[in-house]
Structure formats: C-alpha cells, structure tokens
C-alpha cells in the first residue's frame, strides 16, 4: 500500500487531480484576499463596537450557533449525499436528493428558530452575564442573529450543490464579495449615529441574505437538479436522518467545544473574556480557512472516489490531505505563535487580556484538528457512522465538562485550551484506529507513517532557528520581520524535503518548471 501512495496516479485520476489544483487555486486567492479583509474587519469592528459590545456579540451569536449541533448534521448528510450521487453518475437519484435537503433544511430552520426564541431567550435574560445597561440591545442582536442563522441554514443545500460540483471559481467569488460586504459595514457603524451593536446584527443579516439569493440563482441556472420540487422521498429523509442522527453527537461535541465553551467563559469571566476569545476566533478563522481551502476542494474527490470504490486513489487523497493540510496551517501559524504579542499589539489598537495566548493555543488546536479532517470525510463518505460517532463524538464531549470543572477549580481561561489539546490528541488516535471497522483496506501504519511521524519531523526542525532568534533579540518591527521571513523560509523548506515524498516533490517542481517556461515565453 505503501508503494501505492507514493507512485503515480492512474491516467483515469489525472483529470481529477488537475482539478482539485485548479480549484485550490481559486479557493486560495479567495482565502488570501478574505485574509486580509478578515483581519482588517475584526480591528475596525473591535473598534467600533468597544470591547464589551464585541464580547457581547460574540457570545449571543455563539449562542444561536449553539444550536448548530442540529443543522450541522445534517449539513454533512446533504453533502454526503449530493456527492456519493454525483460518484455514482446517477441523475435522477441527485435531484431527488437536492429537493428532499431543502425541503429538509427549510423544515429545520423553522424548529431551530423556535427554539431559540424560546429556550435561548429565556438562557440570554437569566443567565448570561450582560452589562444591564446594553440588555435590550443584546436582545435585538439575538432576535437578528436568529434570522442570520436560520438563512444561513437554507443557503446550505446549493453551498453544498456548488462545492459538490467543483465550482470554486463561484464560490470564491461570492465569498470574496461577501468579505468586502462584512468591511464596509464596519465603516459604516463608526460614522453611524444608530446602536452600533444592532446596526451590525442588522447589516450582516443583510450580507447573508444577499449571499443567499445569488447562490440559488447560480445553481438554477447551472444545475439541472436544482430545480426544486416537492419532492418527499420517506425512504432517503429516513437515511438521511439515521446518517445525520449520529452525526449529532459529532457536532454536538463541536459546537460544546467552540460556543459552549463561549458560554462557560461567559458565566465564570464576563463579556470582556469573551472579546479575548472573538479575537483568537478571527485569527484562527483567517488562518484555518486559508489552509482548509485544499480540504475543500479534495473533499468532493474523496466521497466520490469511493462511491467508484477507488479505494488507493482515496487514500493517496487521505494522506496527502492530512500532511499537506497540516503544513499549510504550520506555515501560517508559525510565525503568528511565535510573533502573538507583537502582532496583536500592531494589529490591534486595544488588546483584550488574555487574548495572546488564546490566539496562540487555539492555532495548535487547530493544526492538530486539520489532521483529522481527511479521515473524517473517508469515514463520512461510507455512510456508517453509528460506532465512529458514539466513541469520538463522546470524546470531544470531554471539552466541556472539563472546562468546567478546570474554572470551578480556579484555574486560569487558558485551561479550555489546554482541555481542547489533549482532547483533540486522543480524537485524532480513535479516528485513526476506528476506520479500519468500516474500511478494512485502510492501514493506520501507513498514516502513521506517512503522516504523523513527518509532520512532528517538520514541527520540530522548524521552530529551532526562529525561536533561538526570537529570544536572543530585542523585540521591533525590523526583528518582527526577520522572524517571519525565518518562520517562512524554515518551515517551507523543512516541509518541502522533509514532508514531501520524492514524487511530491517532483509533482511541484514539475509544475513551478511549467509556470516559469509559461512565463518566459511570453517574455
């Protein structure tokens, strides 16, 4: 198997492979222009709505995102299914399967809404520790974070149907389109006479909606089974809730470990911890989704070459995946860990306590958790889940409970991180070992090898030279620089010649040879 992974792929996988590079072309540009606006918005918002404003916000929409938990599952049955149909070639099952998610999705935003203006309003007045004096306008921003959930919901199944399909191009657009949106409200409140905190809820309402209006126009117009119907398959929406009943206690574990954790830090340190926590969010958001755009577009491949039952394709997909995901967020995240306090103060005209080693902690949460994303979609992709959910699902559970506990004992914010590290370790070993029951042909060795041993390989030999320059010099811009440049530089090449197998190596040389004669001839 070993030989497998690291010869060349089949001829019928070429075109395959030609187009997850070129939809992580697109989806990288994407990600470095939302990059940069995304950094940019989260100072000027902080801004302009003052660091209790922005903990607030943060805490009420983590609050509706809470129920999350029930959406995402079946988020995931919507892709699986549109995927492994478009694997199997077969049409007219794909337009049943579109019609019947959206129907779904629509049903499911009705119950999410009522739960919230019902449970989750009665948990915002009693029990969230808010400044009594912006009480009403918490509750407004709740109300209006309830709609941006609920239409964020029903966008799902054509986010899913362009994804499904391939078309980064689309999604890369309307994403970068959506960035700038999020920009412009934010000078729009700094000039503005109206509640800061309401207006922003209001405006990035309208951003959503907008966003969800030209992606059904696009796949109407592009996709034959997104012309819905009134199509009730009691069959599939059975499947599919059997597949996305499990899947609950996956996203359930997700959602206690991101908003619950919102919550308890809310009930012990107040709104200005949750500010820490929203900047630590917008870092991590930057940088994981500029590395989770190759996850993103090998995604799809991974689902439908095993519907196809091209097993040595999807895990040659499976490893390069996990390694090249991982490096990607290892390059960006390095200097940042290394450089936190001196970025977020450059970046930041106000830095919230504590939010230096949040950022920190959180992006090794993270690369960690980019590990995994591989293995779970292969083991998605089979559709048997029950086993794989119960013991990972409960694991990731953990989160909250022992944050919990860690608090009550008196120990410092930072706990939750450190719960979300070891947790996230012992996730990553169960998925390892609990593929096999599914997929008999997948050999954890192998992953092991080819993955986990060379990524700690790359880890270690790359924080070596900037972290003996960080110590031994003094701390300014012209030292910032350098430090980047060294972070940059040793991470790329230790991942390049250390990280890489031979015929990687060759695959990217092979291309950068192609660019530079591309660019020399039209010198």
């Given at each position: 198997m070993s030989q497998l992974y690291t010869s060349i792929m089949p001829e019928s996988n070429t075109s395959s492979n030609k187009r997850i590079a070129k939809n992580t072309l697109f989806l990288y540009i994407r990600m470095l222009f939302l990059m940069i606006i995304s950094l940019l918005?989260?100072?000027?918002?902080?801004?302009?709505?003052g660091v209790t404003d922005y903990g607030?916000?943060?805490?009420?929409?983590?609050?509706?995102s809470f129920f999350s938990l029930i959406s995402g599952a079946l988020t995931g049955a919507c892709s699986r299914f549109i995927n492994y149909e478009i694997g199997r070639g077969k049409g007219d099952r794909l337009k049943t399967v579109f019609s019947t998610s959206v129907i779904v999705h629509y049903a499911l935003a009705i119950i999410i809404a009522i739960l919230c203006e019902t449970v989750g309003l009665y948990y915002l007045n009693n029990y969230m520790v808010i400044p009594e004096s912006r009480l009403v306008a918490a509750n407004w921003c709740f109300h209006i974070s309830i709609f941006n959930f609920c239409t964020n919901i029903i966008t799902i199944p054509y986010n899913s149907a362009i994804i499904a399909h391939e078309k980064m191009s689309t999604f890369a657009y309307v994403s970068i389109f959506e960035g700038v949106s999020k920009l412009l409200i934010c000078f729009v409140i700094m000039v503005s006479t109206l509640d800061h905190l309401i207006l922003y809820a209001l405006l990035m309402l309208a951003v959503q909606f907008i966003v969800r209006i030209i992606y059904q126009v696009y796949c109407n117009r592009?996709?034959?089974?997104?012309?819905?119907?009134?199509?009730?398959?009691?069959?599939?929406?059975?499947?599919?809730?059997?597949?996305?009943?499990?899947?609950?206690?996956?996203?359930?574990?997700?959602?206690?470990?991101?908003?619950g954790i919102d919550l308890i830090i809310n009930f012990f340190f107040g709104p200005v911890l949750n500010a820490a926590k929203g900047v630590a969010n917008a870092v991590l958001n930057a940088v994981f989704g500029f590395a989770n755009n190759f996850m993103i577009a090998i995604n799809p491949q991974i689902t439908q070459s095993y519907a196809r039952r091209d097993l040595d394709y999807m895990f040659s997909l499976v490893y390069r995946g996990?390694?090249?995901?991982?490096?990607?967020?290892?390059?960006?995240?390095?200097?940042?860990?290394i450089n936190s306090d001196y970025i977020l103060h450059l970046w930041l005209k106000e830095v919230p306590d504590h939010a230096v080693l949040f950022v920190q902690l959180a992006l090794i949460v993270t690369m960690i958790s980019?590990?995994?994303?591989?293995?779970i979609t292969a083991q998605n992709a089979t559709g048997n889940v029950r086993n794989y959910q119960l013991i990972v699902g409960g694991i990731q559970l953990l989160n909250l409970p022992l944050c919990y506990l860690a608090f009550r004992m008196g120990l410092q914010p930072e706990a939750a991180y450190c719960v979300a590290i070891a947790v996230e370790v012992l996730s990553l070993i169960a998925r390892l070992f609990m593929i096999p029951y599914t997929i008999k042909e997948f050999k954890p060795i192998i992953f092991i090898k080819e993955v986990l041993i060379k990524c700690l390989m790359v880890t270690l030999l790359s924080v070596i030279l900037p972290v003996t320059f960080y110590i031994v010099t003094e701390h300014n811009f012209a030292t910032f620089l350098v430090?980047?440049?060294?972070?940059?530089?040793?991470?790329?090449v230790c991942a390049f010649f250390i990280g890489c197998s031979n015929s990687e190596r060759a695959f990217m040389w092979s291309k950068v040879s192609a660019i530079a004669c591309k660019y020399t001839k039209t010198k």
């Open positions: 918005t989260s100072r000027y918002v902080l801004q302009a709505l607030i916000y943060n805490v009420v929409g983590g609050f509706v592009h996709f034959n089974e997104c012309k819905v119907e009134f199509i009730i398959d009691k069959a599939l929406i059975k499947h599919m809730f059997a597949y996305s009943g499990w899947h609950i206690i996956g996203n359930g574990s997700g959602v206690l470990k991101n908003q996990a390694k090249f995901s991982y490096y990607l967020l290892f390059v960006l995240s390095l200097p940042i860990i980019s590990i995994s994303n591989p293995l430090n980047v440049l060294l972070c940059l530089v040793s991470s790329g």
